[in-house]
């Protein structure tokens, strides 16, 4: 191999891992925003319909925790409710691509399974032991599991999100010669699947900086900080597994190190152990409260 061509062969294999790294993000951010979009924003819509459908008539003209009346539906305040939801679904996609290696072993179920650790890990954020809403606005049991379905109905829609999104073209950047993040290829295609991926990115970056941001001022302290710990922990740990043990894709990677699958089941399970008990104590005070 010439002297010249090592330069130009550095950077192209550094450019392949940029286009790779990338890609995973845009996608871990794009499909979590259209399942976000679905579960969370027209799945909380439904549910509040359900409940002021099932509030009892003494209560119909209390405001909720928000100053709306229940079971009203505003065209401004569903839209921003959608986009909301969609905005916290990209944080929620961005969580199931640093949580892959452990959710990889369930195969077809991943979605489901995924579904069940987001409700656990970030449950509290929504089921809310000091809101008068679930015990206020219809039975408290029809609230809590409505509200927390939402959690397990994203994680359902993730993997067909996911699928869809691969379909696209990869990003192709410019060649090394110009070094510059613009799209190779200048057709039709090409500048969409370059766009997509970009707001795939923009929207990778608002979640990230919402959960370092959300840690310091956040007022559910235990969800905001195991939102983090998933987003950042959990990675650089996956990264070292894998130069530890020489490959981490999933946990049976690691039976044949026993130590290595010990540190990698313990540093998920451990988080999710007291998320659930967040989760569980804030769903005990709701029907407490009632």
């Known amino acids: 191999m010439s002297v010249q061509a090592e330069p130009r062969q550095r950077w192209e294999t550094s450019q ?10 845009a996608i871990g951010g794009l499909s979590g925003f259209v399942a976000g979009l679905i579960a969370g924003g027209v799945g909380s819509r439904l549910a509040m319909r359900v409940s002021g459908i099932l509030t009892e008539p003494a209560f119909r003209s209390v405001l909720t925790e928000n100053d709306n009346v229940v079971g009203e539906i505003t065209v401004g305040g569903t839209a921003i409710l959608i986009l909301v939801a969609g905005f916290f679904g990209a944080a929620g996609g961005l969580l199931y691509v640093a949580m892959r290696p452990w959710m990889a072993d369930a195969g077809r179920w991943r979605g489901l399974a995924f579904g069940v650790v987001l409700l656990a890990i970030l449950g509290s954020l929504i089921l809310e032991a000091d809101n008068p809403d679930f015990h ?3 039975p408290p049991g029809v609230n809590v599991a409505m509200f927390a379905s939402i959690f397990v109905f994203f994680g359902l829609l993730l993997p ?3 699928r869809m999104l691969r379909a696209l073209p990869p990003p192709s950047l410019s060649s090394w010669m110009i070094p510059l993040p613009i799209p190779a290829e ?15 990115i923009i929207l990778a970056i608002m979640a ?32 070292l597994l894998t130069r530890i043990t020489g490959q ?43």
């Open 16 to 25: 392949r891992a940029v286009e790779t790294f990338a890609r995973t993000v």
């Open 136 to 138: 206020l606005f219809g």
């Open 160 to 162: 067909p999100s996911e």
């Open 186 to 200: 200048w057709s039709v295609f090409g500048l969409g699947s370059f766009a997509v991926y970009g707001f795939g």
């Open 208 to 239: 990230v900086s919402f959960a370092i941001h959300s840690v310091t001022v956040g007022d559910r302290a235990s969800a905001h900080f195991l939102l983090a710990y998933g987003l950042f922990a959990l990675p650089i740990a996956s990264v």
């Open 248 to 290: 981490f894709r999933r946990l049976s990677d690691l039976r044949g190190r026993p130590g290595a699958l010990l540190v990698a089941l313990a540093l998920f399970v451990v988080p999710v152990a007291f998320g659930t008990y967040v989760v569980a104590r804030a769903i005990a005070d709701i029907f407490s409260a009632a």
